[in-house]
């Protein structure tokens, strides 16, 4: 089975914010990124808000509930007591958790299991125990020791972190060595019992080959490439293309 695509909104998010307008709507181009087959949409709120906001995420849960009962709510964030709470009121199918500083642009590396491990295991069996599916943002070479430890938490997945793949796009050699690591970081895991996603500078041109590479990817979640494409194919068409990307 091709991996599932999940839409982040964070970018359409940041654009609506620069006015103080409803426009670009978020929720209405999550609609047509679900009608147009999409499996799910993701969401990063960070405390300030700088993107999506808390009042952002009712919404999208009431539009998953009302008109697409298959597709999936991702949210991410960094597990703070804050963030749990809203986890817990807005009951995502996946949280999948980083281990960002909320003043950082954007997530740029994973987990260090072992360090954290006594810090992760009770917030992961907190959201367990409410039926979520738990996935840990991951580094794309974690050693073997560092995927035992994250399995030790009890979480269901790792997010490959494939920021250093996206930025290799003007060179293939050095692609392919970062492509070769998030393949062996995703059989270690596998062995260990974990599902895999992967997310970040994903694009319709580098996707397919992690595709054919790890075969048993289960999700992908793409924000930034997917919204510049939708500005010049449009959001509908953009899902398209990146779901025939999800074939290899």
Known sequence: MPAKLSVNLNAIAMLRNRRDLPWPSVAGLGRIALEAGAHGLTVHPRPDERHIRFSDLPVLRALIDDAFHQAEFNIEGYPSEAFLALV?????????????????????????????????????????????????????????????????????????????YGACFDDSAKAAIELEKLAETARLAAGFGLGVNAGHDLTVDNLPAIAKRIPALAEVSIGHGLTADALEHGMAETVRRFLRACKG
């Open 88 to 164: 817990e009121e807005h009951q995502p199918d996946q949280v999948t958790l980083v281990p960002d500083d909320p003043s950082q642009a954007t997530s740029d590396h994973g987990w260090p299991f072992r360090e954290r491990l006594g810090f992760l295991k009770p917030v992961v069996q907190r959201l367990k125990r409410q039926g979520f599916r738990v996935s840990l943002f991951c580094d794309p070479d974690a050693p073997e020791d560092e995927l035992a430890a994250a399995r030790e938490t009890g979480a269901d997945r790792v997010e490959l972190y494939t920021g250093p």
